[in-house]
T-cell receptor, first 114, second 108 residues
Framework: NAGVTQTPKFQVLKTGQSMTLQCAQD?????MYWYRQDPGMGLRLIYY???????DKGEVPNGYNVSRLNKREFSLRLESAAPSQTSVYFC?????????????FGPGTRLTVL | KNEVEQSPQNLTAQEGEFITINCSYS?????LHWLQQHPGGGIVSLFM???GKKKHGRLIATINIQEKHSSLHITASHPRDSAVYIC??????????FGQGTRLTINP
């Protein structure tokens, strides 16, 4: 099993450009998450999908959109990138929620917005 | 004040020492997670616990729900334990609130 995979690993964008971060898991998990990690801030939840067909906002959703394409895939889109979105982005999944299940993380995407 | 506070923020120790990392939280929770972030950036789940104590190899995690406090212990520490250790608590069924992490360095 590959676990949770993310593409790309690195990306540099100019302000105003758009891009989509891809995430896929092969563990048949119901729940998927997008986080961003910034120095001194810890991990913060951007959006999550409790199950296929549903998405909900997390702590910092502004400037992002998500799509739960199917049970395996959960993408994060930046429509008009801003320097404040420079961060490391992690996708994660869990069997069903996080109250009783561990989370599995992807390797991360390091995004720089100039 | 952050909902999840970890201490210390940085810890340097010699190989073989017993390590303790603390996590205090201010909200009611159903579970607490301990994560390890490797120097290369990858994040791995170490423990999920809602009461008592769990052990995996040289790692031990404890939680006291009444005191809203958890500890992560590493026995016989080794340089390969050098990493950032992150505490996170549940906020509802789908959300985790993360601490800022403890950077641990074990010198040979």
């Amino acid at each position: 099993n590959a676990g949770v995979t993310q593409t790309p690993k690195f990306q540099v964008l100019k302000t105003g450009q758009s891009m989509t971060l891809q995430c896929a898991q092969d563990m048949n998990h119901n729940s998927m998450y997008w986080y961003r990690q910034d120095p001194g801030m810890g991990l913060r939840l951007i959006y999550y999908s409790a199950s296929e067909g549903t998405t909900d906002k997390g702590e910092v959703p502004n400037g992002y959109n998500v799509s739960r394409l199917n049970k395996r895939e959960f993408s994060l889109r930046l429509e008009s990138a801003a320097p404040s979105q420079t961060s490391v982005y992690f996708c994660a999944s869990s069997l069903s929620g996080i109250a009783n299940n561990e989370q599995f993380f992807g390797p991360g995407t390091r995004l720089t917005v100039l | 004040k952050n909902e999840v506070e970890q201490s210390p923020q940085n810890l340097t120790a010699q190989e073989g020492e017993f390590i303790t990392i603390n996590c205090s939280y201010s909200v009611g929770i159903s579970a607490l997670h301990w994560l390890q972030q490797h120097p290369g950036g990858g994040i791995v789940s170490l423990f999920m616990l809602s009461s008592g104590k769990k052990k995996h190899g040289r790692l031990i995690a404890t939680i006291n729900i009444q005191e809203k406090h958890s500890s992560l212990h590493i026995t016989a520490s080794h340089p390969r334990d050098s990493a950032v250790y992150i505490c996170a608590v549940t906020k509802g069924a789908q959300k985790l609130v993360f601490g800022q992490g403890t950077r641990l360095t074990i010198n040979p």
